[in-house]
């Protein structure tokens, strides 16, 4: 069996692409891709995850693990696909003791101990720090954005230092990343590859992320143009959708408001480029796929 899992990061696609996941759920389960609500896993997954941290494994785990996720349906799963952005950490404490999601590597090796017959992959949508790490700094009860910081540098934060750790400590493990800001443009594919189906098979959801982006007349010609041209392939469609984003794109979903103290523009910029330099980094790395446009 595959196993998927999605693991965020926090602030990134809001559930979006478990929603656009379930939505398909029926369409794709007489081929062997599961897709079990939330609230069969998402407590229980790490619950056990950090209790075998302490005990380990046992023969008997990984049916003992299906059998409260999947209830009876085991038997005919091929691909598992799971989606927590909490699995790492919760947001508030996501840089404690001073480095990013530092249990990410020992929880993951505990979810490959689990399903040691099966083949785990792990896919990650990630963000610009500079947009980042205000979001997040939002959502946690942190007063003081340097006590949430935990010692760790913005212009420090590099996405492939973590991604190097995980690789380190599992190398066998495939890694799937991509930018949160190509989202859009991307969207397609990232729910395909999830899923384990062909590149140019239909889903349902497969702009959903564009059409939150662009005003209603754009969507309405774009999927005009779509219904004219029903042989384009990916990469022509991409074009097409960045064309429509260029006159039709909704600024307000767009713009992002940053107030932190001492982040002025060229602060912004600064941990923009470097997120640029670091995505190129990652691409560069052995097993990992980066999505990209």
Not at 147 to 157: Q, R, S, W
Not at 165 to 173: C, F, T
Request: proline share 5%.
């Amino acid at each position: 069996m595959q196993v998927i899992l999605h693991a965020g990061l926090p602030c990134t696609d809001d559930d979006r692409i478990l929603k656009c996941l379930l939505r398909n759920a029926d369409d794709w389960r007489h081929e062997g891709v599961s897709i079990p609500g939330p609230s069969k896993y998402r407590k229980f997954l790490l619950e056990a995850v950090n209790s075998l941290n302490r005990s380990g494994t046992s023969d008997d785990t990984r049916e003992i693990v299906l059998d409260a996720i999947l209830d009876d349906e085991h038997t005919q799963v091929d691909r598992l696909l799971l989606s927590s952005n909490t699995f790492f950490s919760v947001p508030k404490l996501m840089f404690s003791g001073g480095l990013a999601f530092r249990k990410a590597e020992t929880r993951l090796r505990i979810l490959q101990q689990i399903f040691d017959r099966d083949e785990v992959e792990l896919f990650l949508g990630l963000r610009d720090p500079a947009t980042f790490l205000p979001a997040v700094y939002a959502i946690t009860p942190h007063t003081d954005f340097h006590e949430f910081m935990a010692g760790v540098d913005p212009m420090h934060l590099r996405w492939s230092d973590m991604i190097r750790r995980l690789r380190d400590h599992l190398p066998d493990m495939p890694i799937t990343v991509w930018c949160n800001e190509d989202t859009p443009l991307i969207w397609g594919q990232v729910i395909r590859e999830m899923a384990g189906i062909e590149m140019t098979r239909k889903i349902t959801g497969a702009f959903d992320i564009f059409s939150q982006i662009i005003n209603p007349e754009g969507m309405k010609r774009f999927r005009a143009f779509l219904k004219e041209n029903p042989n384009i392939n990916e990469m022509q469609k991409r074009r097409v959708m960045a064309a429509f984003l260029d006159k039709y794109a909704l600024e307000d979903e767009i713009e992002e408001e940053l107030d932190l103290p001492g982040w002025d523009a060229a602060y912004v910029d600064m941990l923009t480029e470097l997120y640029d330099d670091d995505m190129y980094t990652l691409a560069s790395m052995p097993g990992v796929n980066v999505i990209s446009p």
